[in-house]
C-alpha cells in the first residue's frame, strides 16, 4: 500500500523501493537509537539512585546528539596489525544485519517495508547475519579480547538462535503464515485475541494453547535477549573480563555503527516478539479512529501501539541489564541447551498435538 | 594470532596451542595496576603470574629518610581503602616503641574509627565485587552508603580519602559535636541498606552460581601462605587478630566472628570470602554502637610527644584491617626517623594464592576470584 503510494509519487518503482527501504532507517531507527540512548542513561541512573545526564538541555534530552557529534569527531584509529579490510567491513556487515531485519518488521496496517510472505523466515536469516559481522570484528582486530568475545558471541548467538526458532515455530504451526504481517492481522480485535491469550477465535483449542503460549514467550524473551547480547547474557562484551569485547579496538564512527546496531536490534527482537505475541500494532482496546469514524488515523494508532509495545520491552530489557548480574559462558550454554531447548521441544510438541486435535 | 608457547597434543591431527593472555595493567577488573599473567587452554586457566609494582612508590625505603610523625600520612597511602587501618597500625608499634599510654578516649576514637573504615572498605569490597560479575546497580548502592562514612571522617578531620588523623600518642582532631549523633544516625540508615544490597546480590541466583564453588581457598592451602582476614575467615577458620592478639580496646566489646560455612557451595569459596565481609559489617555497626554509648570525655592530644625520638630497639605490632592481618616491623637506632619500616601487608599475602585458586577455571572466574580475595593495589606495591 505504501509502496503503491511512493510509485504514484514518484512515477518509478525503483525510486519507491529506494525510499520506502530507508524510511525505516530515516523515520525509525535513527531516532529510536537517539531516544534509546537516552532511555538507557536515564533507566539505569534512576535505578541506581542518581539523575543521569542533567546538563545538556532540559533533563539531559540532547545527550546523545552530543554524544554522537563526540564520536564523529574521533580519530578513527586503524591499528597496523589489523585486518583492514575485515576490519572495515565488519561494523556495515553487523549494522546491516539488524537494519535488514526492519524491512520484514510490520509497523502498522500501512507502513511494512517489504511484504513477504516468509517475514519470520527472513529475519531469522538476516539476524544470522551479525554473527559473521562480529565473527569479523573479533578477528580483524587483532586482539585477544576481541577474539575471545566474539567467539563467546557467535557461540551464543546460534545457541540462543535454535529456541527462538523453535517458539516461532509454535506460532507458525498455529497460525498457519510465516508473514508477520498476516500475523498481526489476524490478532485483530481486542487483547484476547494475541496469541499470548491462544490466539483469535473461541473455541476449545485456544483456552488449551494459553500455558503453552505463556511458557513459548518467556523462551523467546529470554533468547532474544541473549541474541542482542544484553546482560545477563553480555557474555561478548563482558567488560569486567574482556573490556568491551568485539568492538575493544573499534573508535569513532565505526564504533557508533556497533552502537546503534546494537540498539536497533534490541527494537528489532522486542518488534518481533510483539508481533508474535503480543497483538504487533493491533491495539489491545480498539481504535479511536473507529469511534470517531476517522478512518485515516488508523494506522497511525497502530504505529503508536507498535512503538509502545516495543519500546516497552526494550525498558524491560534495560531494566534487566541494571538488575541482574552476568552469566558465566558456560552456565549460559547451559540455559540454552539444557533448559530453553528442550522445554521448547516439548512445548512444540504440546502445540502440534492441541493443533492436530 | 601471536601464540608464545606451543603445546603439542599426543594426537598429531589435532593441534591445540595455549594462549597467553595479559590482563591488566590496564583493564577494568584487576582493582588497580595489576598485570595478571594468564596461561589459557581455549577458555580455563592453566596458570596465572601475577606482575606487580605499577604502583611502587618506595614507602618504606622513604620512611628512613622522615622522622615519625611525618611516616603517618605516607601509611594512608598504602590501602588507600583503609588509611584509618593503617594510621591505627603505626600508632600503636610506635607507642609501644616509646612505651607511651594513651587516654582512653583516643582509643574509643580510634576504635570507632577502624570500624567505620572497615565498613567503607566492606562496602567498595561488595560493589566492585558486584561490577565485576556485570551487577553494576548494587555497586553504586554501596557508594551511597560509603559516602555516609567519609562524611563523617570529613567534620572529624577535613579529610575524605587521606586522613593523617590518628596520630602518634593521640588524634589530629578531637570529634565534631555532631559526630556521636550523625555516626548513630548513618548506622540506623545502613542495617537496612544492608539488607538491600544482600537482596539484590548476595542472595541473587546468578550472582551465586557464579560464586559459589568457586575459587576455593582450603584451610591448609590458607595457613600455609599466610592468608589473613576475611579471605582466611571465609575457608572456616575463626581467626581475627583482634581476638588472638587484642590491641587498643577490642576486648572490652562484644562481637562476633563471622566464618564461611559453605552455605550454597564449599566452604572457602568466593561466595563464603564475599559474604563474610557482609557479615563482618554488622559486627562493626555492633562494635561502633557499644564505643559511641561509652564514649569517655577526656583531651585527645595529651599524650602526644613534643618530640618523638624512640630509644633503640625493635617493634611488631599489628592490627586486623579489613583486608587481613597488618604488621609494621620498626627498628630505631635512637634518631628521629626509623632505621627500617617494614609492612606485612595483607593483600600482597592473600594475592600470591591467586595462582592456586584460579587454576581450572574459565577467564572469567579470574575476574570473580580476584574479586573475592579484594586487593588493594596501593598496599602490594608500596
Not at chain 1, 516461532?168 to 484476547?192: D, F, K, P, R
Not at chain 2, 583503609?82 to 578516649?105: C, D, W
Not at chain 2, 560455612?261 to 572457602?268: F, N
Amino acid at each position: 500500500m505504501m509502496f503503491d503510494f511512493l510509485v504514484d509519487l514518484t512515477g518509478s518503482p525503483i525510486l519507491a523501493g529506494t525510499i520506502q527501504s530507508l524510511l525505516p532507517l530515516f523515520l525509525f531507527i535513527l531516532p529510536f537509537a537517539l531516544f534509546a540512548v537516552y532511555l538507557e542513561r536515564k533507566v539505569s541512573a534512576h535505578m541506581q539512585d542518581r539523575l543521569g545526564p542533567m546538563r545538556t538541555g532540559w533533563h539531559g534530552w540532547i545527550q546523545t546528539v552530543a554524544d554522537i557529534l563526540k564520536l564523529i569527531q574521533k580519530e578513527d584509529i586503524v591499528a597496523t596489525d589489523n585486518d583492514k579490510f575485515l576490519f572495515n567491513l565488519a561494523p556495515i556487515v553487523v549494522f546491516v544485519g539488524s537494519y535488514a531485519a526492519f524491512a520484514a518488521i510490520p509497523f502498522s496496517s500501512m507502513f511494512i517495508g517489504t511484504e513477504m510472505d516468509l517475514g519470520i523466515f527472513y529475519i531469522v536469516a538476516v539476524t544470522g547475519l551479525v554473527v559473521a559481522g562480529i565473527l569479523m570484528a573479533g578477528w580483524a582486530s587483532n586482539n585477544k579480547y576481541s577474539l575471545l568475545g566474539s567467539m563467546r558471541s557467535v557461540a551464543q548467538i546460534i545457541s540462543y538462535e535454535i529456541p527462538t526458532i523453535l517458539v516461532m515455530l509454535s506460532i507458525v504451526m498455529i497460525s498457519g503464515t510465516m508473514s508477520l504481517h498476516t500475523l498481526s492481522e489476524q490478532q485483530t480485535g481486542y487483547a484476547w485475541n494475541w496469541y499470548i491469550f491462544g490466539g483469535p477465535g473461541s473455541e476449545l483449542s485456544k483456552f488449551l494453547f494459553i500455558p503453552s503460549m505463556v511458557v513459548g514467550f518467556v523462551i523467546i524473551y529470554i533468547s532474544t535477549l541473549a541474541e542482542v547480547n544484553r546482560t545477563p547474557f553480555d557474555i561478548p562484551e563482558a567488560e569486567s573480563e574482556l573490556v568491551s569485547g568485539y568492538h575493544t579496538e573499534y573508535s569513532g564512527m565505526k564504533f557508533a555503527m556497533f552502537f546503534l546496531a546494537e540498539y536497533a536490534n534490541m527494537f528489532a527482537v522486542s518488534a518481533i516478539v510483539v508481533a508474535l505475541f503480543l497483538g504487533g500494532y493491533q491495539s489491545p482496546i480498539g481504535y479511536l479512529g473507529d469511534l470517531i469514524g476517522a478512518k485515516w488515523m488508523i494506522p497511525i494508532e497502530q504505529f503508536s501501539w507498535f512503538t509502545i509495545k516495543g519500546v516497552f520491552f526494550v525498558f524491560v530489557q534495560m531494566w534487566l541489564r541494571w538488575t541482574l548480574p552476568r552469566l558465566r559462558v558456560d552456565q549460559l550454554m547451559a540455559v540454552s541447551w539444557k533448559y530453553l531447548i528442550p522445554i521448547a521441544f516439548v512445548n512444540l510438541i504440546i502445540i502440534g498435538l492441541i493443533t492436530l486435535l | 594470532m601471536p601464540q608464545d608457547s606451543v603445546l603439542n597434543t599426543k594426537s598429531s591431527a589435532v593441534r591445540t596451542e595455549e594462549m597467553v593472555l595479559n590482563m591488566g595493567p590496564q583493564h577494568p577488573s584487576t582493582h588497580g595496576v595489576l598485570r595478571l599473567e594468564l596461561t589459557l587452554e581455549g577458555e580455563i586457566v592453566s596458570k596465572v603470574v601475577p606482575h606487580i609494582g605499577y604502583l611502587h612508590r618506595c614507602f618504606e625505603k622513604h620512611c628512613e629518610a622522615m622522622t615519625y610523625p611525618q611516616i603517618v600520612p605516607y601509611t594512608d597511602r598504602m590501602d588507600y581503602l583503609a588509611p584509618m587501618g593503617n594510621e591505627f597500625g603505626y600508632a600503636i608499634a610506635m607507642e609501644k616503641l616509646l612505651g607511651i599510654q594513651v587516654p582512653e578516649r583516643v582509643e574509643y576514637i580510634r576504635v570507632i574509627m577502624a570500624e567505620l573504615q572497615r565498613i567503607s572498605s566492606h562496602l567498595v569490597a561488595l560493589g566492585t565485587y558486584g561490577a565485576d560479575i556485570g551487577a553494576f546497580t548494587p555497586f553504586l548502592y554501596c557508594f551511597i552508603d560509603r559516602e555516609k562514612v567519609l562524611n563523617l571522617f570529613e567534620i572529624t578531620c577535613g579529610a575524605r580519602l587521606l586522613y593523617n588523623y590518628i596520630w602518634i600518642g593521640g588524634l589530629s582532631h578531637d570529634l565534631h559535636p555532631d559526630f556521636v549523633r550523625k555516626t548513630l544516625e548513618f548506622i540506623k540508615e545502613f542495617r537496612p541498606n544492608l539488607k538491600e544490597v544482600n537482596d539484590l546480590l548476595s542472595h541473587n541466583r546468578i550472582f551465586i552460581d557464579r560464586t559459589a564453588n568457586v575459587g576455593i581457598l582450603p584451610i591448609d592451602t590458607a595457613i600455609n601462605y599466610g592468608v589473613s582476614g576475611p579471605n582466611l575467615r571465609g575457608s572456616g577458620i575463626k581467626w581475627d587478630v583482634r581476638r588472638e592478639d587484642p590491641y587498643s580496646i577490642y576486648h572490652k566489646f562484644d562481637y562476633d566472628i563471622p566464618v564461611g560455612e559453605g552455605k550454597y557451595g564449599t566452604v572457602g569459596d568466593s561466595w563464603d570470602r564475599y559474604y563474610v565481609r557482609v557479615l563482618e559489617m554488622e559486627e562493626s555497626c555492633k562494635i561502633i554502637e557499644q564505643a559511641l554509648e561509652q564514649l569517655p570525655d577526656g583531651d585527645v592530644q595529651s599524650a602526644i610527644p613534643k618530640r618523638i625520638k624512640p630509644p633503640v630497639g625493635h617493634v611488631y605490632a599489628r592490627v586486623e584491617n579489613p583486608r587481613g592481618d597488618l604488621g609494621y616491623f620498626i627498628i630505631s637506632d635512637g634518631s628521629t626517623s626509623p632505621y627500617r619500616v617494614k609492612v606485612r601487608a595483607p593483600s600482597f599475602v592473600s594475592m600470591q594464592v591467586l595462582n592456586e585458586l584460579c587454576k581450572g577455571y574459565m577467564v572469567a572466574d579470574v575476574v570473580t576470584i580476584l574479586g573475592s580475595i579484594d586487593i588493594v593495589l596501593g598496599e602490594i606495591d608500596r
